[in-house]
């Protein structure tokens, strides 16, 4: 028997022993709004909610490594030179075609058939606006067009899902990183003329995307910026108060027209990179942390920096992966016992190993990169087109995806935690298999991803 039918089988036996999976009704009907108390995420109804789900990479704003382009730099690049040969509007026509096959209504479905309830939704300023200087597409009657985002929260409302907004790159870029738009060229904490101009912006975008989804419920929350400084590689610790007063002055202007929803803090990588609650007095916040960690101790450390953080507010894991020697056994079995809400990184993702890889509920490696600087324009449409829809014929539903179905009912793989927490259980013959599997995949994936870093300057 091949490994790929051992793990199938695996999961199906997993799913026999463990019916933990909540079902969501197809019906259209409206999601009570969430709120926090104390360290939990609340409904309307008096409910806890533990939000576990995936993110819809790839779709606001791509990343050369899992998305059909090919620029470490990243797209802001690739959207400027498509810009000069073709125009911003087919530019911008390209780009919502992209989006309009990447992720369609049967990914939604996915998402919910698997037991989940959330997703992550990344977005790029360069959806909505036509420059850096805050100038909005807009629609005939010359209200500004949200209608793809739209759209996204009416599948969300049809297949019972939460919606999370990630606003994942921002104008002035918040990190140094490819993912933001552009690697090296953060400027958004600049104390410069330019850096407080940016800062206005962003500021704007955020009032006015509040100001339409003011009493939506079915939007758990607003992101407000992903991975505001990265890991700080390249700047120093002057920018971090910048940070925090930047965070107040998007939660005071959003909370001035939409009192209601939660804001979303990222902290990143540990709770002491952002302001406490009580700093600044924000209340109704979640704060979000990525664990891209390489150990299961280093894992259980910061699970428990969480914990002790003492912030009177929930934590939810935005994104994860099991670098090096950690496992997805043991981060979701540790997540789910310490009620934290969690979403994978990335739902779907096209590329070397992409129909087989754990970092994907749904992969590819048979997807046609563009070339931008020679395609015509009818080749970059045609690929951008339904080659890219998840049925299209091209992707296929990975392993990882089932493996996730049974964490996402809350289920907590005991002899997981022991034998992979490092305490004297061995475990089963089949948990030992599986996890191997995923350790070997994890390092392949984390030497290429270091690989590709090194390429634009990111590990130096």
Same mark, same amino acid.
């Given at each position: 028997m091949n490994r790929k039918r051992f793990v199938s089988l695996l999961f199906v036996l997993v799913f026999a022993v463990c019916s933990v999976l909540p079902a969501f009704a197809v019906d259209g009907a409206a999601l009570p709004m969430l709120h926090t108390e104390g360290k939990r995420i609340m409904d309307a109804n008096g409910e806890e909610i533990l939000l576990r789900g995936t993110n819809f990479g790839g779709w606001g704003i791509m990343e050369d490594w899992f998305c059909p382009y090919t620029n470490p730099a990243g797209l802001d690049p690739v959207y400027k030179t498509l810009e000069s040969r073709f125009g911003s509007e087919a530019t911008r026509e390209l780009f919502k075609t992209y989006r309009s096959n990447w992720i369609t209504e049967i990914d939604y479905q996915n998402v919910a058939d698997l037991g989940m309830n959330v997703i992550r939704l990344p977005i790029w300023y360069r959806n909505f606006q036509s420059d850096d200087n805050g100038t909005w597409y807009r629609k005939a009657d010359g209200s500004i067009d949200f209608s793809e985002l739209d759209t996204a929260v009416s599948l969300c409302k049809k297949y019972g899902l939460y919606l999370i907004?990630?606003?994942?790159?921002?104008?002035?870029?918040?990190?140094?990183?490819?993912?933001?738009?552009?690697?090296?060229?953060?400027?958004?904490?600049?104390?410069?003329?330019?850096?407080?101009?940016?800062?206005?912006?962003?500021?704007?975008?955020?009032?006015?995307?509040?100001?339409?989804?003011?009493?939506?419920?079915?939007?758990?929350m607003y992101d407000l910026m992903n991975e505001p400084l990265g890991t700080n590689i390249?700047?120093?610790?002057?920018?971090?108060?910048?940070?925090?007063?930047?965070?107040?002055?998007?939660?005071?202007?959003?909370?001035?027209?939409?009192?209601?929803?939660?804001?979303?803090?990222?902290?990143?990588?540990?709770?002491?990179?952002?302001?406490?609650?009580?700093?600044?007095?924000?209340?109704?916040?979640?704060?979000?942390?990525?664990?891209?960690?390489?150990?299961?101790?280093?894992?259980?450390?910061?699970? %428990?920096?969480i914990k002790n953080a003492n912030y009177n507010a929930p934590f939810y894991i935005g994104e994860f992966y099991p670098r090096g020697l950690t496992t997805f056994g043991y981060l979701l079995s540790i997540f789910n016992q310490n009620d934290l809400s969690w979403t994978t990184w990335t739902y779907k993702g096209a590329g070397p190993d992409a129909d087989?890889?754990?970092?994907?509920?749904?992969?590819?490696?048979?997807?046609?990169?563009?070339?931008?600087? %020679?395609?015509?324009?009818?080749?970059?449409?045609?690929?951008?087109?339904?080659?890219?829809?998840?049925?299209?014929?091209?992707?296929?539903? %990975?392993?990882?995806?089932?493996?996730?179905?049974?964490?996402?009912?809350?289920?907590?793989?005991?002899?997981?935690?022991?034998?992979?927490?490092?305490?004297?259980?061995?475990?089963?013959?089949?948990?030992?298999?599986?996890?191997?599997?995923?350790?070997?995949?994890?390092?392949?994936?984390?030497?290429?991803?270091?690989?590709?870093?090194?390429?634009?300057?990111?590990?130096?």
């Open positions: 907004i990630d606003l994942h790159g921002l104008p002035g870029y918040q990190n140094d990183y490819d993912h933001c738009g552009q690697s090296k060229s953060m400027s958004l904490f600049d104390d410069t003329e330019q850096g407080a101009r940016y800062r206005e912006v962003v500021i704007d975008f955020w009032v006015e995307l509040a100001k339409h989804y003011a009493g939506e419920s079915t939007i758990a390249t700047r120093d610790g002057s920018f971090q108060q910048t940070f925090w007063d930047l965070s107040n002055d998007i939660y005071e202007a959003v909370r001035a027209v939409d009192p209601d929803h939660i804001i979303c803090m990222e902290a990143i990588w540990d709770p002491s990179a952002i302001a406490s609650p009580d700093v600044y007095g924000w209340e109704n916040i979640v704060y979000q942390e990525h664990l891209y960690d390489v150990t299961n101790p280093t894992i259980l450390r910061k699970v %428990n920096e087989a890889s754990p970092w994907f509920l749904y992969g590819s490696s048979d997807i046609e990169k563009i070339d931008y600087e %020679n395609d015509s324009y009818e080749t970059l449409m045609q690929k951008f087109g339904e080659v890219l829809r998840t049925d299209g014929g091209k992707f296929q539903k %990975n392993n990882f995806a089932d493996y996730c179905a049974v964490f996402a009912g809350g289920f907590i793989d005991e002899p997981c935690l022991k034998t992979f927490g490092l305490i004297n259980t061995a475990g089963t013959r089949a948990q030992r298999s599986a996890m191997r599997s995923e350790k070997l995949l994890a390092i392949k994936t984390t030497i290429l991803d270091w690989i590709r870093k090194l390429r634009t300057g990111d590990l130096l």
